[in-house]
């Protein structure tokens, strides 16, 4: 299993200025080698003879035209434009697989990046040596034991990290869960989980609403700044800073609930929910962003593998909220206003979202036990994310 250590590293202003010509080579590799794939496919479209692109070629055209029409490449190390090349060749990949949209061109300043593969780095504790540069500070040791992949030194606001790639033979620096039981996890804009224990809802930290006003404050700052001018680019540092903390309060929360989470319980319940579809409700696309659901499920799924736990994902379409959780009647309307409800044939009130949880629970207990032997059945069935078996007979047990 491949799992990556991102750290933050400590340059001093000769590697900073030497990590930005990196990602800067890497950035104009990539934007060339797909300008060049266009024009070479469109080539092969009109004439069949012709050699139809692919990063391998693309590598070996860049190797005989660098030296003398971009020498300025030669002064980093020679993964930059390479990986970039490679990547863009995975991009196409995904694309003809259906898996990705089309690649677009990089732009200077967003998510600049560059690539190393494992024979061009060495770590010793806490620093990592880079080609033509040397020894650059870390801000931690490197938390995982096997064998070293690659590494990608990025930027976020005015920081460089590191996240190191490592083949992990086994999860071992994880316990196993607790196994607590099943639980089940309802997602709200309210609140950001709600579970089936019944224990307080837990709230979401929403950074982005609290930091709302000083975000606007400095976008407007540096719209009003001169293009190319240096206080514009002292605004656009400023406000980059004040996207990179907003990103972190949530990541910060997202992660010690996932991690929570994935300790205590070996089966955990969530929807499916559809994001796209949810924040095109103007009045709730922003809190709704704020929350970062696809990155709770993107976590949960991975750190539960890790544990040797699994997350069962309930059809987008399952009523949660509609179905009684002690008798199983389903309400024909409940607008989303409805905070709170009785169920009409045996009379018990319920919280909208304890009561979704409390289904998501019962969705995932039959699913684990299932009725036709499903793969993954039963605790000792296969780690991993898993909807319920197609053939399912869902019954839902009072609780």
């Known amino acids: 299993m491949i799992v990556a250590h991102k750290i933050a590293l400590d340059p001093n202003n000769v590697q900073a200025t030497y990590f930005a010509k990196a990602a800067g080579t890497a950035r104009f590799a990539y934007n060339w080698a797909l300008a060049e794939w266009q024009r070479q496919y469109e080539a092969w479209k009109q004439d069949n003879s012709l050699p139809k692109p692919s990063q391998f070629s693309l590598r070996r055209q860049l190797n005989a035209i660098k030296r003398e029409q971009f020498p300025w490449m030669l002064e980093v190390t020679k993964n930059a434009p390479q990986m970039a090349i490679i990547q863009l060749g995975e991009a196409f990949k995904n694309f003809f697989a259906g898996r990705a949209k089309y690649p677009k061109f990089r732009k200077k300043g967003v998510h600049d990046r560059f690539t190393l593969t494992n024979d061009q780095f060495s770590i010793d504790g806490c620093r990592i040596r880079i080609p033509n540069l040397g020894w650059v500070r870390m801000r931690e040791p490197l938390r995982f034991n096997g064998k070293i992949m690659s590494a990608t030194i990025s930027r976020v606001a005015d920081r460089w990290f590191a996240s190191i790639a490592v083949d992990v033979p086994d999860q071992s620096h994880l316990p196993k869960a607790e196994n607590q039981g099943v639980v089940g996890v309802d997602l709200g804009v309210s609140a950001l989980a709600t579970l089936s224990t019944g224990e307080p809802p837990i709230p979401g930290p929403k950074p982005h609403k609290a930091l709302l006003t000083r975000l606007q404050r400095l976008s407007r700052s540096l719209s009003r700044k001169q293009k190319g001018s240096a206080n514009r680019k002292k605004a656009k540092a400023k406000l980059a800073r004040l996207h990179a903390r907003i990103a972190n309060i949530r990541q910060d929360a997202l992660h010690k609930l996932t991690t929570d989470l994935t300790r205590r319980f070996h089966t955990i319940g969530i929807e499916d929910l559809n994001v796209c579809g949810m924040v095109r409700n103007r009045h709730l696309a922003r809190s709704i962003a704020d929350m970062g659901f696809f990155e709770f499920r993107r976590q949960l799924e991975y750190k539960a593998a890790m544990r040797g736990g699994q997350v069962v994902i309930a059809d987008r379409w399952f009523p949660s909220s509609k179905i009684c959780s002690c008798c ?58 898993k909807p319920a078996p197609m053939k399912q007979e869902v019954s839902f047990v009072p609780v």
């Open 328 to 385: 199983g009647h389903k309400q024909e309307e409940l607008p989303l206003s409805v905070r709170r409800w009785s169920c009409s044939i045996c009379g018990v009130g319920h919280d909208r979202d304890l009561n979704a949880a409390i289904n998501l629970k019962n969705y995932a207990v039959s699913s684990t036990v299932s009725a036709c032997g499903g793969e993954g059945a039963g605790l000792g069935g296969d780690a991993k994310a």
